[in-house]
C-alpha cells in the first residue's frame, strides 16, 4: 500500500509514523512543499518546542477550545495530552511541565523533538521529500486506470498512492485542490 502524506510539519511525521507502524508493509512518504520539514516546531515555543498541556482531563481541556470543543472532545480522549506525553517517553523524550501547564522538553531545545520525529519516522522506514509543491490532486477515477490518488508536484513529478493525508497546517491552498 502506498500512503502519502502531504506536509512535513508536527501533524505529519506524526501522521505518518503512526501510519508506518501500524502498516509495515506499507509505503509511506511525506511530501513537504519547502526546503527543510519540522520548520514551526524549531521556533514553537521560542525555540522550545511546546509540546502539549498538562491538562490530561478531555472535558476540561476543550474548554480552552471555545469555537471547536464540542468536536475536539471526541479525540481528545481517543488521544489525549498523556497519550501524548507516553508517546515521547516511549522515545526516550522526557517532558517537564511549567507554571502555566505548558510542557516542553527537559532540555529546552525544539532539537530534541525534530530529532524524536525524524528518528521515529526514519526506523518506520518513512521516506521523507522536501521541495515537493502540490499543484493537484486527481482522486480515484476510470476503473481500469490506478486505483488510487494522483498527486502531482509543481515541477511535474507524479505520486500515485491508494491513500492520502492532508497536513499543511493552514495554508488553504491545498483544499482548493481536492
Not at 471526541?74 to 508517546?87: I, L, N, Q, R, Y
Not at 532539537?111 to 490532486?137: D, F, P, S, W
Amino acid at each position: 500500500m502506498q500512503i502519502l502524506i502531504l506536509g512535513g510539519g508536527a501533524a505529519g511525521f506524526f501522521a505518518a509514523i503512526t501510519c508506518a507502524e501500524a502498516n509495515p508493509a506499507a509505503q509511506v512518504t511525506i511530501l513537504e512543499k519547502g526546503g527543510e520539514v519540522l520548520q514551526k516546531v524549531k521556533v514553537s515555543g521560542g525555540g522550545r518546542c511546546n509540546v502539549t498541556h498538562n491538562c490530561f482531563d478531555p472535558k476540561e481541556l476543550v474548554k480552552n477550545y471555545p469555537r471547536g470543543g464540542k468536536a475536539l472532545l471526541g479525540p481528545f480522549h481517543k488521544f489525549s495530552p498523556a497519550d501524548t506525553v507516553a508517546w515521547f517517553e516511549r522515545r526516550g523524550v522526557k517532558l517537564k511541565t511549567e507554571a502555566d501547564g505548558r510542557m516542553f522538553p527537559i532540555t529546552d531545545n525544539s532539537e530534541t523533538i525534530i530529532h524524536c520525529l525524524t528518528q521515529a519516522a526514519r526506523e518506520a522506514g518513512v521516506k521523507v521529500l522536501t521541495g515537493k509543491n502540490v499543484a493537484q490532486i486527481e482522486p480515484p477515477g476510470n476503473p481500469d486506470s490506478y486505483r488510487g490518488w494522483q498527486v502531482k508536484t509543481q515541477a511535474g513529478e507524479v505520486f500515485f498512492a491508494e491513500k492520502i493525508m492532508v497536513a499543511t497546517g493552514s495554508s488553504p491552498r491545498i483544499w482548493q485542490l481536492l
